[in-house]
Nanobody
């Protein structure tokens, strides 16, 4: 199996910063996409930022210029640096990875348990 472990959530004031980290472990042959989604109360889960194995990054318009994602492929880790946080960034943030466990098995999507980010004064 594959486990995604997130860290770094918490409470921050508007305008503040937080960094989320996620590490994938377990039976991993290769990781294709890896990144972050979020889900606010009463809303659907939405993509925040995703990076492919080739380094191509997709970032939601709502966080462009404020959030930066990085990936350490050797360590199966991604980080999300969140600056200039707004109240509307409050959500549970989920780490995501599309993982191929063996050469013969098709890739599957895996999710972390989520970490709460609350932006409030």
């Amino acid at each position: 199996q594959v486990q995604l472990v997130e860290s770094g959530g918490g409470l921050v004031q508007p305008g503040g910063s937080l960094t989320l980290s996620c590490t994938a472990s377990g039976r991993i042959f290769s990781i294709y996409d890896m990144g972050w989604y979020r889900q606010a109360p009463g809303k659907q889960r939405e993509m925040v930022a995703v990076i492919t194995s080739t380094g191509s990054t997709s970032v939601a318009d709502s966080v462009k210029g404020r959030f930066t994602m990085s990936r350490d492929a050797a360590k199966n880790t991604v980080a999300l640096q969140m600056n200039s946080l707004k109240s509307e960034d409050t959500a549970v943030y989920f780490c995501y990875a599309r993982v191929k466990q063996t050469l013969r098995i098709s890739a599957s999507d895996y999710w972390g348990q989520g970490t709460q980010v609350t932006v409030s004064s």
